[in-house]
């Protein structure tokens, strides 16, 4: 009898009922039916990634004039400007949009401050309107790089589909080795995730990832979030048809 691998390396492990260690696995129960205590115990591991689904973009306003009416005059213009551009270039609704105004005194002239925030669920959309407010805008209106996330419900499913992913791999393993010895594979008897981790996205040059000229694509590839799961999962063995012994068989 081989010595048992460590833990570690263990591939899958046909466990037999008690006070029948040293018989063959697939002789007990052979024919049908499920004898009590004869399971394989697997594990099961995957991996998955998911792009943010969401992108902020802020774009901040200033003026400063003599006269306070100008200077919330001259804010409040562009301000309508960037929403127009949202909704009608990047089909946001006002629910996406959010402004907050700062207005202050600096020696004889009124400061005007302010900043709006659109998120955008259609990335192709949100390049179209940055690019449009570059270009229409003056050098006065600081558009800032999108900020990409994931909504709670993408990380939720993506959290579900590798959990299920691990599952699906250890009931492919547990057939497989159960079609070694013979037998079936029949219903779970215990799933159990062991270990998840999850983790960002990151770049070739870590230096890269605060820089201002970071391309589009990097931002994306530094914002993807990555899942892995790890299971444990035993299932009970049924009995399947005896195989030939080998002085039966015709071989050519």
């Known amino acids: 009898m081989p010595l048992p691998l460590p833990p570690a390396r263990v591939f ?11 018989e063959p696995p697939g002789v007990a129960g052979v024919g049908g039916g499920c004898a009590p205590g004869r399971e394989v115990h697997v594990s099961g591991s995957a991996e ?5 689904d969401r992108a902020k973009v802020s774009v901040h306003f200033r003026s400063r004039k003599g006269e306070a009416g100008a200077a919330r005059s001259s804010v409040a213009r562009r301000l309508d400007y960037v929403a127009q551009a949202a909704r009608q270039r990047g089909a946001v609704s006002e629910d996406n949009v959010t402004v ?18 659109i998120t955008f669920s259609d990335f192709g959309k949100m390049q179209d ?7 229409k805008l003056d050098s006065s209106v600081i558009i800032n790089p999108p900020h990409f996330y994931h909504t709670m419900e ?17 009931q492919q393993k547990a057939q497989e080795v159960c079609g ?10 215990l799933i159990r995730e062991e270990d998840v981790k999850e983790w960002d996205g990151h770049l070739e040059n870590p230096s890269a990832s605060s820089s201002e000229s970071q391309s ?37």
């Open 180 to 189: 070694l010895f013979g037998q079936s594979l029949g219903k779970p008897l």
């Open 48 to 52: 998955l990634s998911a792009r943010p």
């Open 100 to 117: 907050t105004k700062h207005f202050s005194r600096i020696d004889n002239a009124y400061n005007m401050e302010a900043e709006v925030c």
């Open 216 to 252: 589009l694509q990097q931002r994306l590839q530094s914002a993807t979030i990555f899942v892995s799961s790890r299971i444990f999962a035993v299932f009970e063995i049924k009995g399947g048809k005896k195989r030939k012994h080998p002085s039966l068989l015709n071989v050519h």
């Open 154 to 170: 993408t990380i939720d499913v993506l959290r579900r589909q590798v959990c299920l992913a691990a599952v699906a791999s250890a």
């Open 129 to 135: 309107v940055c690019n449009f407010l570059v270009e």
């Open 12 to 22: 899958a492990e046909l466990a037999g009922p008690p006070g029948r260690e040293s």
